[in-house]
Nanobody, 116 residues
Framework: QVQLVESGGGLVQPGGSLRLSCAAS????????MGWYRQAPGKQRESVAV???????NYADSVKGRFTISRDNAKNTVYLQMNSLKPEDTAVYYCNAKVFGSPQSWGQGTQVTVSS
């Protein structure tokens, strides 16, 4: 497994932007997929964005056109750029790493609050 540490959450006004970072404890080159998930109070955890080792990306319909996931293999870090934030984006955001055939890894989460 790999240890993941998220950062970059905080309080932002509607329409604002945040960039989340997920730092991995080892090289992410061999990690098959890394992603961002979120969980709002009283709701199930949901996938927000995923990026494969080859760079393919997939987004939840609710964030398409507003969020961008990227990875920097040299820094062992995955990012989530969030623009045009809405109150409904408020949640704890978790980083996830999947290596096929191995247990997946989760970070501790970072709170994002969108409010005026």
């Amino acid at each position: 497994q790999v240890q993941l540490v998220e950062s970059g959450g905080g309080l932002v006004q509607p329409g604002g932007s945040l960039r989340l970072s997920c730092a991995a404890s080892r090289s992410i080159v061999t990690i098959d997929a890394m992603g961002w998930y979120r969980q709002a109070p009283g709701k199930q955890r949901e996938s927000v964005a995923v990026i494969s080792s080859g760079g393919s990306t997939n987004y939840a319909d609710s964030v398409k056109g507003r969020f961008t996931i990227s990875r920097d293999n040299a820094k062992n870090t995955v990012y989530l750029q969030m623009n045009s934030l809405k109150p409904e984006d408020t949640a704890v955001y978790y980083c996830n790493a999947k290596v096929f055939g191995s247990p997946q890894s989760w970070g501790q989460g970072t709170q994002v609050t969108v409010s005026s």
